[in-house]
């Protein structure tokens, strides 16, 4: 009686250890067998969600790609003072006309010339009405008088001026027949309207001309007017502008939506708009160059013509002065250091038009200078030590070459600007008008479909084995034992047992259960002669 509990208490030790070893440690072969055992679940949903996969790839709205190709040629430029980028380097243009392209002069001018800040929505069937719209399937009989819109009905609106307190209010626009309609806010009539007509409505606050009107009766169009700087910044959102590669000068344009017709117009509007502001803007500088040197040019004269007076009254006063080769080479190389300071100085009244000291093309011009005095500073110390004759003819002389080649200079630049006036063009060129891409890119409907069925998948076998090892049971003999249980044997799972139950399983019940057979009948005699028989000794003493 003492041994008993001892060995089954050392017989349980080791046997809870393995349990628990057997708990933390990953059965593969289970979980294999797991989702063997729910492969039809598995199929199910996996599939499911493939077909879900489908009908999105099917329904959803394709997105369209337009597309633009522009050129900003490295053409010099109508600015005679901008000889001195030769000097100074000139920074790639493109980013400027990137900045340019998307301000508000070029989309703002888009946004009044197309009247983008006026949305107009057809009102569709539920889920399938996009669908149907873009197979071409139009209003058939029995969808006379539905609000819905089918394929080929449309409205035109040329015009929608609204105060600010209607600015983001949605309008109901209903179709009447062929030539009126009736406006409501809210589910409240505003009054019916013409086409072709410029109506008032809300006691002026809202105005309106429909120009076409192509629906059929009861179809329902939804109209917001927004404001002129959230459709800029609408307009701003959906449209790209790159430049490929780099320093190349070729921007590419780009913009992506619903209706492919309406961004090719959007996107060749704003080319027109970008060439129409850059050949202007060349022109106006040309034309702002010329009113500079004419004003120079008077001025310059005078110059010119007191430094020649001063020069022939000294040579005067001192008979016949002539200057040394020495003192010639100086001049020389004064003359023209004194140009190119001058020209300099004429280049930095334009840029500080446009730019700051900060600027980095400003800061090389002041450096570029600076260079130029302190070389004339050197000459100017060797002219000190030439005889004052010499000296008093040199800067005479001096200041009359360098005024007479200013002169010369400007004659030159106003002759140039009045033929760049007459022939301006722009440094744009559109390589490639905008063209519709063959091919949505948006949706990507294969990726979808597998994606879907991939998460599908995933989703199934994940919900699988997190069922499993919440409702685990009893899965091994070792764990009944455990339990202080007896096991008698072991009866694995038949496989032929199953197909003969299921044989033998009523074909026209559908709610029969299965009928005990082979194996499992033989299981039950068995349990109930040993039940009988170990009731047969206590019948007899009875």
């Given at each position: 009686?003492?041994?008993?509990?001892?060995?089954?208490?050392?017989?349980?030790?080791?046997?809870?250890?393995?349990?628990?070893?057997?708990?933390?440690?990953?059965?593969?072969?289970?979980?294999?067998?797991?989702?063997?055992?729910?492969?039809?679940?598995?199929?199910?949903?996996?599939?499911?969600?493939?077909?879900?996969?489908?009908?999105?790839?099917?329904?959803?709205?394709?997105i369209y790609k337009v597309d633009a190709l522009i050129q900003?040629?490295?053409?010099?430029?109508?600015?005679?003072?901008?000889?001195?980028?030769?000097?100074?380097?000139?920074?790639?243009?493109?980013?400027?006309?990137?900045?340019?392209?998307?301000?508000?002069?070029?989309?703002?001018?888009?946004?009044?010339?197309?009247?983008?800040?006026?949305?107009?929505?057809?009102?569709?069937?539920?889920?399938?009405?996009?669908?149907?719209?873009?197979?071409?399937?139009?209003?058939?009989?029995?969808?006379?008088?539905?609000?819905?819109?089918?394929?080929?009905?449309?409205?035109?609106?040329?015009?929608?001026?609204?105060?600010?307190?209607?600015?983001?209010?949605?309008?109901?626009?209903?179709?009447?027949?062929?030539?009126?309609?009736?406006?409501?806010?809210?589910?409240?009539?505003?009054?019916?309207?013409?086409?072709?007509?410029?109506?008032?409505?809300?006691?002026?606050?809202?105005?309106?001309?429909?120009?076409?009107?192509?629906?059929?009766?009861?179809?329902?169009?939804?109209?917001?007017?927004?404001?002129?700087?959230?459709?800029?910044?609408?307009?701003?959102?959906?449209?790209?502008?790159?430049?490929?590669?780099?320093?190349?000068?070729?921007?590419?344009?780009?913009?992506?939506?619903?209706?492919?017709?309406?961004?090719?117009?959007?996107?060749?509007?704003?080319?027109?708009?970008?060439?129409?502001?850059?050949?202007?803007?060349?022109?106006?500088?040309?034309?702002?160059?010329?009113?500079?040197?004419?004003?120079?040019?008077?001025?310059?004269?005078?110059?010119?013509?007191?430094?020649?007076?001063?020069?022939?009254?000294?040579?005067?006063?001192?008979?016949?002065?002539?200057?040394?080769?020495?003192?010639?080479?100086?001049?020389?190389?004064?003359?023209?250091?004194?140009?190119?300071?001058?020209?300099?100085?004429?280049?930095?009244?334009?840029?500080?038009?446009?730019?700051?000291?900060?600027?980095?093309?400003?800061?090389?011009?002041?450096?570029?200078?600076?260079?130029?005095?302190?070389?004339?500073?050197?000459?100017n110390a060797q002219v000190k030590n030439l005889p004052e004759?010499?000296?008093?003819?040199?800067?005479?002389?001096?200041?009359?070459?360098?005024?007479?080649?200013?002169?010369?200079?400007?004659?030159?630049?106003?002759?140039?600007?009045?033929?760049?006036?007459?022939?301006?063009?722009?440094?744009?060129?559109?390589?490639?008008?905008?063209?519709?891409?063959?091919?949505?890119?948006?949706?990507?409907k294969a990726m979808i479909v597998i994606i879907a069925t991939?998460?599908?998948?995933?989703?199934?076998?994940?919900?699988?084995?997190?069922?499993?090892?919440?409702?685990?049971?009893?899965?091994?003999?070792?764990?009944?034992?455990?339990?202080?249980?007896?096991?008698?044997?072991?009866?694995?799972?038949?496989?032929?047992?199953?197909?003969?139950?299921?044989?033998?399983?009523?074909?026209?019940?559908?709610?029969?259960?299965?009928?005990?057979?082979?194996?499992?009948?033989?299981?039950?005699?068995?349990?109930?002669?040993?039940?009988?028989?170990?009731?047969?000794?206590?019948?007899?003493?009875?």
């Amino acid at each position: 009686m003492n041994q008993t509990p001892q060995h089954t208490a050392t017989g349980a030790m080791p046997t809870a250890a393995t349990r628990d070893n057997d708990d933390d440690a990953i059965d593969l072969g289970r979980l294999f067998g797991i989702l063997v055992d729910h492969k039809q679940w598995i199929i199910a949903i996996t599939g499911l969600f493939a077909v879900i996969g489908v009908i999105y790839a099917l329904l959803a709205t394709p997105i369209y790609k337009v597309d633009a190709l522009i050129q900003i040629d490295d053409a010099p430029s109508t600015n005679p003072l901008a000889d001195v980028n030769s000097i100074l380097g000139k920074e790639p243009p493109s980013q400027s006309e990137i900045e340019i392209i998307r301000s508000r002069m070029v989309l703002g001018r888009a946004v009044d010339l197309l009247n983008l800040d006026i949305t107009i929505s057809p009102k569709r069937l539920p889920l399938l009405g996009d669908f149907l719209v873009r197979r071409g399937v139009e209003r058939p009989d029995f969808a006379q008088g539905w609000e819905s819109t089918w394929a080929g009905e449309g409205i035109t609106v040329s015009e929608m001026p609204v105060d600010d307190a209607m600015l983001g209010s949605t309008i109901t626009l209903r179709v009447l027949d062929e030539s009126h309609y009736e406006l409501f806010l809210e589910g409240e009539s505003l009054g019916k309207g013409s086409v072709n007509q410029l109506d008032s409505f809300a006691d002026g606050q809202l105005n309106l001309r429909v120009t076409s009107l192509s629906a059929a009766q009861g179809a329902e169009f939804s109209l917001t007017h927004i404001s002129r700087m959230q459709a800029i910044e609408d307009l701003r959102s959906s449209f790209s502008v790159a430049e490929q590669g780099k320093e190349t000068g070729i921007l590419s344009w780009s913009m992506t939506g619903e209706n492919p017709r309406k961004l090719q117009r959007i996107l060749n509007t704003i080319a027109d708009i970008y060439y129409s502001q850059n050949v202007q803007r060349q022109s106006e500088e040309a034309r702002n160059s010329l009113e500079f040197l004419d004003n120079q040019v008077p001025k310059v004269r005078a110059q010119l013509d007191a430094a020649e007076s001063r020069l022939n009254e000294f040579r005067t006063s001192r008979d016949s002065v002539d200057l040394s080769l020495e003192t010639q080479s100086v001049l020389e190389r004064i003359v023209n250091l004194e140009a190119q300071v001058n020209q300099l100085e004429l280049t930095e009244a334009e840029i500080a038009k446009r730019y700051t000291p900060s600027h980095p093309t400003y800061k090389a011009l002041l450096e570029k200078k600076a260079q130029l005095k302190r070389e004339m500073d050197k000459l100017n110390a060797q002219v000190k030590n030439l005889p004052e004759t010499q000296q008093e003819v040199l800067r005479l002389t001096r200041s009359v070459e360098v005024t007479q080649a200013i002169y010369v200079q400007l004659l030159n630049k106003v002759q140039e600007m009045e033929i760049a006036k007459a022939s301006t063009v722009g440094n744009v060129r559109i390589l490639d008008d905008a063209g519709i891409l063959p091919q949505p890119v948006k949706p990507k409907k294969a990726m979808i479909v597998i994606i879907a069925t991939l998460l599908g998948g995933m989703l199934s076998v994940g919900v699988i084995l997190l069922r499993a090892a919440f409702r685990r049971g009893v899965e091994s003999p070792d764990q009944l034992e455990a339990l202080g249980l007896p096991m008698y044997a072991t009866i694995p799972l038949s496989d032929e047992q199953g197909k003969l139950s299921r044989k033998v399983k009523r074909a026209t019940d559908k709610h029969s259960r299965q009928i005990p057979n082979g194996l499992q009948r033989a299981i039950r005699l068995t349990w109930l002669s040993r039940r009988y028989a170990a009731c047969v000794p206590a019948c007899t003493l009875q």
